[in-house]
């Protein structure tokens, strides 16, 4: 079992920063690939970014050279710093385990066996 909690939602203006955190246990954490998604109201949950145990991520083209996710192991702590942010990046963004792959980097929801119960991000414009 791995338990995910998420940290760092709020409201800030169009082109202002946050950063997300995702406090992982329950299982090795450095094990396995570990990643964001986001759900808009009325829209289906979305891919964001994902990073495994190398520290190879992978993006979405939406917030490519604007987000950075990131991990540390030793703190069991995943993270997602928000740059530039924009009023279509209003969501509410969760973070997933993939503890069946240390390395594939996946975007699709189906492959992540764990999630949090997510964090409200508001952009205003």
């Known amino acids: 079992q791995v338990q995910l909690v998420e940290s760092g939602g709020g409201l800030v203006q169009a082109g202002g920063s946050l950063r997300l955190s995702c406090a992982a246990s329950?299982?090795?954490?450095?094990?396995?690939?570990m990643g964001w998604f986001r759900q808009a109201p009325g829209k289906e949950r979305g891919f964001v970014a994902a990073?495994?145990?190398?520290?190879?991520?992978n993006y979405s083209d939406s917030v490519k050279g604007r987000f950075t996710i990131s991990r540390d192991n030793a703190e069991n702590t995943l993270y997602l710093q928000m740059n530039s942010l924009k009023p279509e990046d209003t969501a509410v963004y969760y973070c997933?385990?993939?503890?069946?792959?240390?390395?594939?980097?996946?975007?699709?929801?189906?492959?992540?066996?764990?999630w949090g119960k997510g964090t409200l991000v508001t952009v205003s414009s």
């Open positions: 990073i495994n145990w190398r520290g190879n991520m």
């Open positions: 329950g299982r090795t954490f450095s094990n396995y690939v």
């Open positions: 997933a385990a993939n503890t069946r792959s240390y390395l594939a980097t996946s975007a699709l929801t189906r492959d992540y066996d764990y």
